[in-house]
């Protein structure tokens, strides 16, 4: 059963202690969009003096933010429902509050499907998106009565076992992993980050727990960091392009100004391009101009599209990928699991805000 935090809302409202007229924006993630008029009625309701506006440009993840819309349409509160927070509220344009959305699980059922748990040793690394934490202590604690021990790893600044797309907390090779969630993009995230990973995964829709097999797909990102630094090594850095991802708060501007920063220190070129969504043939155009092109936007463009970006004539890095052509340690870190660690503070390369 899907829970939408209503009371959370009127809580975050109550507080704000707005003025008669004021505007509250709402965003929503994808699948919700559909009930934004419900809420909105809602909360009409409990709050007739205000006035909601419907944020509805595309949300991909938490990291679509989308201060900068409330700002343009004078709201004194912007409530972004369904994601934990990448993004706290003092980096923002507008106060902005986060109402979580749960789903609840059948455990039960889980802990039962979850037969091939029982062989393999070390503990089980339970993970899921942000929909589904709440299950994940009451798994711990049933698997644990099993006799399965159970983690649930963390990355700083999100929530024990929480899970990201492009943020996977740190496991040990060959990590067990539990992890709860829909489709296979989260499950690509281990992965790539762990490819030795032993993964089960629990569709809540299918109320099975399937054991995943995901083929590493990484190493031609690390031959393109080892290309990119040969060139670097031969001619210079040269022309560096940032495309600062526009979509919500997904392109990161401190780690813009780092990188800023240290293309300048190694004589380089900075050229920042913003852009909301990545359009191939707006990238072709840019070409002739710069020698690389870093995305400071969904490092999983890349990642997972990066074939398409092939044959431009530079190279097309996510921020990790530029660090490694700059620095050792960044590269071999990449060999033998591709550090996906966009949001954790402690990485060089973070885009936490
Ligand atoms: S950067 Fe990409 S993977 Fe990470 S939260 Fe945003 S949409 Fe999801």
Request: aromatic residues 6%; glycine residues 10%; charged residues 20%.
């Amino acid at each position: 059963m899907l829970n939408l935090e209503l009371h959370t809302a009127i809580e975050h409202i109550r507080e704000a202690a707005l003025s008669d007229g004021s505007k509250i924006g709402l965003q929503l993630p994808e699948g919700l969009v559909a009930d934004c008029s419900a809420i909105m009625d809602d909360l009409s309701r409990e709050f007739p003096t205000f006035r909601f506006v419907i944020l509805a440009n595309v949300v991909y993840g938490a990291c679509c933010i989308d201060d900068v819309a409330a700002y343009a349409l004078d709201c004194s509160l912007l409530l972004h429902f369904g994601h934990s927070e990448l993004v706290s509220s003092d980096r923002l344009l507008v106060p902005t509050r986060y109402v979580r959305v749960t789903i609840d699980i059948d455990t039960d059922k889980l802990i039962a499907a979850a037969s091939g748990l029982e062989t393999g040793s070390g503990p089980v690394h339970l993970l899921s998106t942000a929909q589904y934490l709440g299950a994940l202590p009451i798994i711990a604690a049933k698997l644990e009565a099993l006799g399965i021990p159970a983690v649930m790893p963390a990355t700083p600044g999100l929530a024990p076992g929480e899970i990201l797309g492009c943020t996977c907390p740190v496991l040990p090779p060959a990590a067990r992993c539990l992890v709860i969630c829909d489709g296979r993009f989260h499950v690509e995230a281990i992965g790539k980050a762990v490819p030795d990973a032993v993964v089960y995964k629990f569709d809540p829709f299918l109320g099975r727990v399937l054991r995943e097999h995901i083929l590493p797909d990484t190493d031609g990102r690390v031959d393109l960091v080892d290309r990119t630094r040969a060139a670097v090594a031969d001619r210079g850095l040269g022309r560096v392009g940032f495309l600062l991802g526009t979509l919500g708060r997904q392109g990161s501007v401190p780690l813009l100004r780092r990188l800023q920063g240290l293309v300048a220190r190694r004589g380089g070129v900075g050229v920042t391009v913003a852009m909301a969504i990545m359009d191939e043939d707006r990238v072709r155009h840019l070409a002739d101009g710069l020698d690389m092109l870093v995305l400071l936007s969904c490092p999983r463009l890349a990642l997972d599209w990066g074939q398409q970006f092939e044959g431009l004539g530079m190279p097309v890095l996510t921020a990790n990928e530029f660090y490694g052509v700059l620095d050792n340690g960044v590269r071999d870190e990449m060999r033998g699991g591709y550090p996906l660690r966009n949001y954790d503070p402690g990485c060089v390369y973070t885009s936490s805000w």
